[in-house]
């Protein structure tokens, strides 16, 4: 035995005489610090800070991940074979490793975040050092509850229950989260029920807001919403379900039958392949969504980053304790950032803003999706007084992706004061292009996605061309084009002279009605303005509908589905023509999905109607179009509104709150998880006739 064989022998024997007291105490010290990391984060994030004190807290910070690496190392120590300890922990490997890579670089000289940040062009290199710090926190707390996912297996609950209770879950955080001071640019934040209201509509991807995510967040709390519309897009489960696999965690039987439910899976034992391909797929396009809509920007849209409102007087004249300055004039103050200086290697930075006092008529009603006000500059900008124009690289990266991600969920957020309807970005009918074919790949639903762009699938149709889509597919895929194809035509011709195709080419015309028949089934962004008086009557009947209707199953918009809307139209016709089955695509479709499909139907009409009601009752002055519009926006998770949502009363916030978690879940889907399973019986009563229509 050489040398080295015998150290490593005596080594090990010294370390596991007392692996399980070591063992103990790393268990405590992972907990210890992970609680400390999510204090730390939420006071930092959370709590409105000076630049001081946030970066004391970052020190804490960055000695919390010192101690997880070091855990790490220890835990490979004690590995009975650290080369398969390696390979199994290979996420935490790379997370360790880049943390180690990074101080060789800094110890170096060479700062490769400062090269980072000025490649794109942020303004401060505090903020953008600190957001990489949190991501990779936030990136190892994910990581534990990955890790601790397997605990939906050992809970004694249905799968639809754990899928429903996930979501109230994700919006209780997320509501919780948009309640700190930081997360909004108003002085104290958030109400309970508007940060209710607005995590309920990004965890359901529908994109109904009564304050506007554009300007009354901040940067930080954008950044919160967008998680909530991917998790909530996929599914929390769904993520978690697939990064267990991915880490080589395991998948128990529950979470199966739940990805299975979700992603509307034929199997349990397809579910686990089909969502691995899903969310890398989901990826994909996401990432390419962002390239596409990163190059189409029109020249003329401006990019904004939100300021707090404490920095800018409203309704007041601006008055300087040296200077009078009279009401209805602009004047500027100037505001120095605290000084950074994250290393005696790197420079100090320091920012200087430039804020426009406002006049006292400078207010102005917002029209758009979100139903909220904004405040615009007196120099006739069209900028909202709490937003600052930043045409940075990195915020045009940053918008680039947020409405990728947003317009593949189908949730209809934008970083826009006026949605899509901003100057310069209705103007940009190559990006609505864009955003069509996203919204599009994200109706189709889960299932379609994998069989239409699966390698394999691909490979195998390449080899065999006889080889057809699978039946769920074919009906996603025709259905999608025959409901777009015939809300573009309607809109065309039903808004023919009217002011939301006024003024436009053919082409453009064209375009826009293909826009806003691809996202009034399922995205909510608006190209053309919604409100009561702008599109005509006819217009507003055929939006319903298709909302009403929805995207695929399996996919990430709602509605009643596209398959129950088809299933309900041959079910009906095979009814009249005296037909005992129903057969679609050369297939038989069962009894008990026709019956599932009349039990979708029955219960979104009876639950919208209960719901107008209520509306009715709550909001006794709003004309019944605009309730019955926001209702069906809310119920099939689209997010279109005519105006109405900013003036919502809480009674009617909640009724809107409750549709829009109802419709995101699914109707059928909360009756199993409320009701009790029926034992079948043997025996059966006597044959009935009653008469029906």
């Known amino acids: 035995m050489n040398q080295r064989a015998r150290f490593i022998e005596q080594l090990n024997h010294l370390l596991y005489s007392n692996q399980e007291r070591i063992a103990h105490i790393l268990r405590i010290i992972n907990n210890v610090n992970t609680s400390a990391i999510i204090v730390l984060l939420l006071y930092c994030y959370g709590a409105d800070l000076e630049a001081d004190d946030i970066s004391s807290v970052f020190n804490w910070l960055e000695l919390n991940i010192f101690v997880y690496a070091l855990h790490f190392l220890v835990r490979w120590l004690y590995a009975l074979n650290r080369r398969v300890f390696i390979t199994e922990n290979l996420f935490e490997t790379i997370l360790v490793g880049v943390f180690l890579f990074v101080g060789l670089t800094n110890a170096l000289g060479l700062y490769l975040f400062y090269n980072i940040f000025l490649l794109l062009e942020f303004a401060d290199y505090r903020v953008f050092y600190e957001s990489i710090i949190a991501t990779y926190l936030v990136a190892l707390l994910s990581y534990s509850v990955v890790r601790s996912s397997q605990a939906v297996s050992d809970l004694k609950i249905n799968p639809a229950t754990t899928f429903i209770a996930s979501f109230i879950l994700l919006i209780l955080i997320g509501t919780g989260l948009l309640m700190m001071p930081a997360m909004s640019t108003a002085p104290g934040g958030v109400n309970f029920l508007d940060a209710l209201f607005t995590s309920t509509s990004a965890s359901c991807v529908t994109g109904l807001s009564v304050i506007s995510a554009a300007s ?33 965690q395991g998948v128990g039987i529950k979470q199966q039958a739940i990805i299975q439910d979700v992603l509307s899976s034929e199997s349990l034992s397809s579910a686990r392949n089909l969502l691995k391909q899903v969310i890398v797929l989901t990826f994909i396009i996401e990432v390419l969504g962002s390239i596409a809509v990163f190059m189409t920007w029109n020249k003329d849209v401006v990019f904004y980053t939100p300021e707090y409102k404490t920095e800018i007087t409203l309704n007041k004249p601006f008055i300087d304790t040296t200077n009078t300055v009279q009401p209805n004039t602009v004047d500027t103050v100037k505001i120095d950032t605290a000084e950074i200086n994250i290393d005696e290697g790197l420079p100090t930075f320091g920012e200087e803003k430039e804020v426009a006092q406002v006049s006292t008529d400078s207010t102005k009603k917002d029209e758009t999706n979100t139903g909220t006000v904004a405040s615009t500059d007196p120099s006739n900008t069209g900028v909202p007084a709490n937003l600052r124009i930043n045409n940075s690289l990195g915020n045009k990266i940053y918008f680039s992706v947020f409405h990728s991600i947003s317009a593949f969920c189908n949730a209809g957020f934008s970083l826009f004061p006026d949605g899509l309807y901003q100057k310069g970005v209705r103007s940009s009918y190559i990006l609505h292009l864009v955003f069509v074919l996203i919204i599009t790949f994200g109706s189709l639903g889960f299932s379609a996605i994998q069989d239409i762009f699966s390698p394999k ?61 691809a996202t009034t089934r399922t995205a909510g962004f608006n190209t053309v303005e919604l409100g009561l008086s702008t599109p005509s009557l006819p217009s507003y009947i055929m939006i319903i509908f298709l909302m009403f209707i929805g995207a695929a199953p399996g996919s990430t918009g709602g ?135």
């Open 216 to 248: 009354d967040f901040s940067v930080k709390g954008q950044i919160v919403i967008l998680f909530l519309i991917q998790l909530g897009g996929i599914g929390i489960v769904s993520f978690a379900t697939f990064f267990a696999t991915f880490l080589s």
């Open 457 to 517: 699938n691909m490979r195998e149709r390449l080899a065999m061309p006889w080889k057809q889509w699978s039946l769920g597919t074919r009906i996603a895929v025709n259905m999608t084009l025959f409901l777009t194809i015939l809300g573009a035509v309607g809109f065309y011709f039903l808004e023919q002279g009217k002011p939301a195709l006024q003024d436009k080419n053919l082409l453009e015309s064209i375009i826009t009605s293909l826009f806003q028949s």
């Open 559 to 693: 509605g009643i589905k596209t398959t129950t809307f088809l299933l309900l139209i041959m079910s009906a016709i095979a009814n009249i023509q005296g037909k005992k089955t129903v057969d679609l695509g050369r297939r038989q479709i069962a009894q008990d999905v026709i019956s599932r499909a009349f039990s979708i139907v029955a219960f979104a009409i009876t639950y919208n109607f209960v719901c107008m009601f209520i509306l009715a009752i709550t909001q006794p002055n709003a004309p019944l179009l605009q309730l019955f519009f926001e209702q069906i926006s809310a119920f099939a998770t689209v997010g279109l509104s005519t105006g109405i949502t900013g003036n919502l009363t809480e009674g009617s916030k909640i009724v809107i709150i409750t549709s829009m978690y109802i419709g995101r879940v699914g109707t059928l889907t909360l009756a199993l998880a409320l009701s009790k399973k029926v034992i079948s019986t043997s025996y059966k009563y006597p044959t009935a006739h009653v008469m029906v229509g």
